[in-house]
């Protein structure tokens, strides 16, 4: 599977984004979906994930409440809504890969996106 990230940009304090995760290939549906972002001088984060099944799980409990996931099966998209962003929001958002499951570290993940820059400002 290959994974293409879009959606990303610049908005104000309480804006919102949306970002695609668009993957090619065979067995879409047998793919765990990651959402990750990693912001300058900082290690790379967790933050939703979609298993094979359908089940959504967070990261970070921080997020809840701000950011949401869907999945499109039909267009072999994941959707990663981002509400009341914040300046500390501010960092490159990575979809990645895994098969079925979604593993609690980042490094289980096998395939990564290009990544896509959010900017948030004050």
């Known amino acids: 599977v290959q994974l293409v990230e879009s959606g990303g940009g610049s908005v104000q304090t309480g804006g919102s984004l949306n970002l695609s995760c668009v993957a090619s290939g065979p067995s879409f549906g047998a793919y765990a979906i990651g959402w990750f972002r990693q912001a300058p001088g900082k290690e790379r984060e967790g933050l939703l994930c979609?298993?094979?099944?359908?089940?959504?799980?967070y990261y970070s409990d921080s997020l809840k409440g701000r950011f949401t996931l869907s999945s499109d099966n039909m267009k072999n998209t994941v959707h990663l809504q981002m509400n009341s962003l914040k300046p500390e929001d501010t960092a490159v958002y990575y979809c990645?890969?895994?098969?079925?499951?979604?593993?609690?570290?980042?490094?289980?993940?096998?395939?990564w996106g290009q990544g896509t820059q959010v900017t948030v400002s004050s």
């Open positions: 990645a890969a895994v098969t079925r499951w979604c593993y609690s570290s980042y490094g289980a993940f096998e395939t």
């Open positions: 979609i298993s094979s099944s359908g089940k959504i799980a």
